[in-house]
């Protein structure tokens, strides 16, 4: 069985700052591109930030380029994203989802159609 099990949202004030785990089970992420998306009620979820198989990161949204930083570890098959300067318009539930790639290929993708595994998600809500 597969999962995909967020961490670490909260409510942080204005310029805090808080990592998100992504844990998987059941799969091996160095097969997997990993992606993280965000939502809010009423909108469409947006992809923020992904990273391929080969570790290299693809930055999606403008609102978290330099603030952002997205991670892996392969040991312990998780995927970490790290926010900085959090903004109240950071407030979304966050989750991460894996799309298998095929060996040796860094690609992503920010279509959340495209993921097969999702996370239960994690709130993060910014607010003093």
């Known amino acids: 069985q597969v999962q995909l099990v967020e961490s670490g949202g909260g409510l942080v004030q204005p310029g805090g700052s808080l990592r998100l785990s992504c844990a998987a089970s059941?799969?091996?992420?160095?097969?997997?591109?990993v992606g993280w998306f965000r939502q809010v009620p009423g909108k469409e979820r947006e992809a923020v930030v992904c990273?391929?198989?080969?570790?290299?990161?693809?930055m999606y949204s403008d609102v978290a380029r330099g603030r952002f930083n997205i991670s892996k570890d392969t040991v312990d098959n998780t995927v970490y994203l790290q926010l900085v300067g959090l903004k109240p318009e950071d407030t979304a539930v966050y989750y991460c989802?894996?799309?298998?790639?095929?060996?040796?290929?860094?690609?992503?993708?920010?279509?959340?159609?495209?993921?097969?595994?999702w996370g239960q998600g994690t709130r993060i809500t910014v607010s003093s």
């Open positions: 989802a894996a799309l298998q790639v095929p060996p040796g290929s860094n690609y992503c993708s920010r279509l959340s159609k495209h993921y097969k595994y």
């Open positions: 990273i391929g198989s080969l570790d290299d990161a693809v």
């Open positions: 059941g799969i091996n992420l160095d097969y997997y591109a």
